[in-house]
């Protein structure tokens, strides 16, 4: 379609007589293009010339689609000859200023399709400048190595990276361009960098001048070189690596800002995009920061300080106002915005958009804004740079600020196509109000004032507040302050809690923990909600308060949508993870699993904690975590040592978990009993740069796995590891193969490894691996099935469990006679005298009645038993790291175990642990002095699958 055929509005001429005169230059106009052509030039001196002086031309692009001639001129642009490089791009700016300009104000193109189009124009001007230069360099013999070609190829390894407006798309009508130059110095032996470097600073300055050098064809581009690293001491093009170095050490708020629209523009864009690769860590912090919302509040204060453009009280005053700094400004759609993408776009990357009102909307699909503001202030946005567009098109002057006079307003209103410029000016008005107020709730919140505190505390509470300045967390000027707005509220709301110096207390643990409170203050007054949440874990579960102050940056988690959402389930999880590691080197790997980890984990914790899950549940999802992190981290261990060593041979290794995490039953607190076996499938030596025999590849994955678990990195830990339920125990190899496994169980395993092989299940492998471990598994306790051997050997076994002193207790729930342990020693017994691969303690039990070994009311108090105990233990595990005397933890704590375990309070329920306890002896007493074969039926019934 034409252009004529494609506006939609036109200016109306503030100057008929300049307008009418603007006609006159051009000829065969189709009759759309009249009122259009009249109302630019009667409005813009600075276009009326430019048709004085391109009118033929412009008489022929207007019968083409702006697109197709927006193109030619980047075509244009790319073939000019270093001779011709200045004057040339001097002309192709002036007829690229005239279609963009006509495009844009006759509604033929939209906002950011007018932008962008200047934007890709300004692109092949710096491109044509940059190659035609550096090639003029390489001619010379300046930089080592690169020929004239490889120059206007690629630019020998430069790259102009595009910053601001220019790197998203979004050059506004007299914009400067902001690049930052750097060249790849690993295309150059050392000897030659510093070299090629003085080559590429001369191609630097020749570029800027050929594009800023105001000439009496005019100029192409102000071009602005001072967002570089250090720019007051660097040269105009460094390398890439003394760039990465410098925002790794001394990289600043504004500088992270700035990236987030940074694009390869020009020169070796492979390399540019290669580097900004490199500066993601810098730019996307993993945590949610909430410390750049005040770094971003400073910046917005430091420049209306600056430009003088701080408001005072009534009404925006139009005369003069600042449309991009000023208040309810373009400045403030952008900050609202880019503070929020660097907040969180760490955690995702949908949130990393170069175009403002793509990052609106992106942040409103993330739920980080109502999608109405989002609406709102993408509408206001796109009319605020359209004004901004007008006010520089009127004589090319790089302005953001309206008319100061009345003239100049009936002007603008008329260039905007507005006959009624009081109507314009309210209009006007209307919008920067209502972008003030959108934008001004997020620069200046209710929660950054001080908050009212109780009236007064405690002498206890006062001496435990003045030990605060002296923590780690409080120690920089900039924790503090933040602190001290928020103290008020912490106290107020531990005042509320039923033991107010309890929950004190345990903040007070949880803050003395804290190795820096910046980040982490930041994030609660951005939060009030989790400033409830810490109030209520202090006031009820101290170990988890412990676990916060060691991991804090968990609480990041709170703010994703998952955090309250149902659990996702294993295969989920396995994919989740896998997805935040792909790409990631081994060590990064390491890291990332930690943190993901710690954030489900705390998430469990929490959904026990707000009645949101049981124990018996919090237990699965424990088990479901550690499972996915085991999927996750194997094959990767597996993936390092076949980097030295070659691959894993024949079918590698498995994982495979015992204990708690085997029988899906693992607590907050839970350590990992693993075994590993592997299957060579015959192969001897592996094939590698290190070739090992397949018991030396697999005890080498096995060692590096459990470091993997346990190692203590910057990120923490995962699990600790217990290896010792292997085969032969501490004295056999840590991995075992496949055969030696299922021989050693059918011919000299004891009973208890037998019971031990009763909860195992593979995790981890592959498929077929896992399938004939549990065949082995399955076939061995079914063998098994001996009561006249398992019994004897299950009471010798008990016998010395209390021989080695842990006696239990009312609430040492998992020791002692009648415990959770001593239960599962009988459940396992009963699968194996029943020869049922079954995992759970009570499926295990009931088959013990189901073969007359146990009574079914012997059944039942068992499995009472074992629940009560385990749902005390899990609860008791998530509030506290230390052994559970009800008379420390604080009432909370107490509350918290007596709701889970169904009972009114901790006496109650301490008398139930008692009386379950009492039962359980009789019954576990009577059942391992059972030596009756003749009352035991040998075989179970068949049961399902254990694997389902």
Known sequence: MSFANRITRHPIAHAPDRGAEALAHLH????????????????SPYLAGLMAKDGHWLSHALTEPPEDTIATLIKEAGELSLKDLAPGLRQLKRRAALIVALADLGGVWALHTVTQAWTDFADACVQAALHRHVAAEAKRGKIPGVTEDQALADAGGMVALAMGKMGAGELNYSSDIDLICLFDETRFDDADEMEARAGFIRA???????????????????????????????PVCISMAAAERYYEAEGRSWERSAYIKARAAAGDIAAGERFLDTLTPFVWRRHLDFAMVQDTMDMRRRIREHKGLHRGSGAIVLEGHNMKLGAGGIREIEFFAQTRQLVAGGRDDSLRQRRTVKALQALARAGWIEGAAAGDLAKLYVQHREIEHRLQMIDDAQTHSLPKSAEGFDRLARFCGEADTEAFRDQLSARLEQTEEICGAFFAPTGREKADGPSEISQEAAEIVARWPGYAALRSVRGQEIFERLKPGFLARFGKAAKPLEALQNFDGFLRGLPAGVQLFSLFEANPPLVDLIVDICATAPGLSQYLSRHSAVLDAVLDGRFFAPWPGRAELVADLGAALEGLDYEDRLDETRRWQKEWHFRTGVHQLRGMIDAETAGAHYTDLADAVLIALWPAVCDEIARRHGPAPGRGGAVVAMGSLGSG??????????????????VEMTEGRRPLDARGWFAKATKALVTALSAPTAAGKLYDVDMRLRPSGRQGPVA?????????????????????LTRARAVAGEASLQADIETIRAAVIQDKADAARVLPDAAEMRARLAAAGRKGGTWQVKDGPGGMQDIELVSQAAALIAGVPLRPVSDQIRAGAEIGWLSQGAADTLCAGHLLFATVNQSMRLVTDDAFDPDQVGAGARAFVSEQAGMPDAAALAGQLDSLRASAVSVID?????????RITAKAAPHADPTD
Request: hydrophobic letters at 40%; aromatic letters at 8%.
């Open 736 to 756: 075992t193969a496949l055969s030696a496994f299922d021989r050693y169980q059918r011919e000299e395993a004891w009973t208890w490894e037998h019971m031990a």
């Open 204 to 234: 630097t300055r020749k570029m800027a001048a050929a594009l800023s050098d105001n000439t009496a064809e005019g100029y192409v581009f102000r071009t602005d070189l001072r967002l570089r690293p250090d720019a007051s001491v660097t």
């Open 28 to 43: 065969d106009l189709a009759p759309e293009l009249r009122p259009l052509i009249q109302g630019t030039a009667g409005c």
């Open 665 to 682: 039953r693992m607590t907050a607190a839970s350590d990992l009993d693993l075994i590993v076996i592997y299957d060579a499938g015959g």
């Open 926 to 934: 009577a059942a391992l002095e059972c030596h009756d074969s003749d």
